[in-house]
């Protein structure tokens, strides 16, 4: 085992999306993760969430399955769940009961609303949730719908990411005092945290309720992505001045139209002026002539292109992991570097796993 978690075993009560992420994260960084699954669920290689684990099945329906689970999270440091409010506390296995028996475990939930609230009990998915936090209604072209952008706000970054983190803070917290607790993640929240800068920028006037009237959503001509000669796209983010002139200089832009780069009246017409001179090239003909400059550029690529571009495959950002390709283990440690993904392994029985 390596990296800065080493030591600290977590408990993850099999689940989809949010929580297996956050636990994915936890054992790409060191952690010793003990994914519980029902007996008889497949172990897929192409299961990218949930890569580097431990593998115990347990029948968490019958009586032996949960003597099992409770006999295990009295030697964990951490467990996480992702089930609605309830669920755990009726199987026998929830906070209360299994934090008497040891009191510094961290007790990890993952749920869309929260485990209180008018909309606890009730089902949702990703849009849902992120409908609720703001973030949803910001994300889109004007007069068109909004755009679900993936599941990246809910799922990932306002769950699975704010879960790790909050398991991490607490896990300090229980190895300075041996306090363990509750950590009551909801995906609308965590959602609604990553939008704290577009709060800003709204108390501050500097935000347009519109979609598709900002700097940072499309709206400028200087911040967004252009197609290119051969189909492909090419993603502009020259907001500074300085990168804003180096992009005017690079495309030979000398159209004294341009000079007034914050003139909200007249992005329409200017992005349909550098929409044009996109067209004349191909994406590789734009990379040769911006990429690696100031001019705040980069070319768009495809999950199959993304591992082989020269600077990603520098970074060794992504690994093939039993054949698959994925996303590497992150971020980098000077002192406590990563081992790399490995595939999950079934565990042979239970009696290794008590420390």
Request: net charge neutral; hydrophobic share 45%; proline share 7%.
């Amino acid at each position: 085992m390596a990296g800065p978690l080493n030591g600290i075993r977590i408990l993850e009560v099999g689940g989809i999306g949010p929580a297996p992420f956050a636990a994915m994260m936890l054992a790409d960084n060191g952690a010793e993760v003990i994914r519980v699954q029902r007996p008889g669920s497949e172990v897929s290689r192409t299961d990218v969430l949930g890569r580097s684990r431990r593998i115990v099945e347990l029948d968490l329906k019958a009586i032996e399955g949960i003597a099992a689970l409770r006999l295990l999270a009295r030697d964990a440091d951490g467990l996480v769940e992702g089930f609605r409010p309830g669920t755990m506390e009726r199987l026998g296995i929830g906070p209360a009961a299994l934090l008497e028996a040891n009191p510094r475990l961290v007790f990890g939930r993952m749920t869309g609303w929260g485990q209180t609230g008018p909309l606890a009990q009730a089902a949702g998915h990703d849009i849902n949730y992120i409908a609720l936090s703001g973030a949803l209604h910001a994300i889109g072209r004007p007069q068109s719908n909004p755009t679900p952008p993936l599941a990246l706000v809910g799922d990932f970054g306002g769950g699975g990411m704010y879960l790790a983190f909050a398991m991490t803070a607490a896990l300090l917290h229980a190895r300075r005092t041996g306090q363990g607790q509750v950590v009551d993640c909801a995906m609308a929240e965590g959602a609604s945290l990553l939008m704290a800068a577009f709060y800003g920028l709204q108390a501050q006037g500097e935000w347009q309720a519109q979609r598709g009237q900002n700097v940072l959503d499309g709206a400028a001509h200087f911040y967004d992505a252009y197609e290119t000669a051969d189909g492909k796209h090419v993603a502009i983010g020259a907001i500074e001045p300085q990168f804003y002139r180096e992009l005017l200089k690079r495309l030979y832009i000398g159209d004294p139209a341009f000079e007034a780069q914050m003139d909200r009246a007249s992005w329409p017409a200017l992005k349909e002026k550098i929409a044009a001179v996109f067209k004349t090239r191909t994406r590789d003909e734009w990379c040769a002539l911006l990429e690696g400059t100031d001019a705040c550029f980069a070319p768009v690529m495809s999950m199959a292109e993304a591992p082989a571009h020269a600077h990603m495959a520098a970074r060794g950002a992504f690994a093939a992991v039993d054949g698959v390709v994925q996303p590497a283990p992150g971020p980098r440690y000077s002192a406590t570097p990563l081992a790399p993904a490995r595939p999950s392994v079934p565990a042979p029985d239970l009696n290794w796993i008590p420390r």
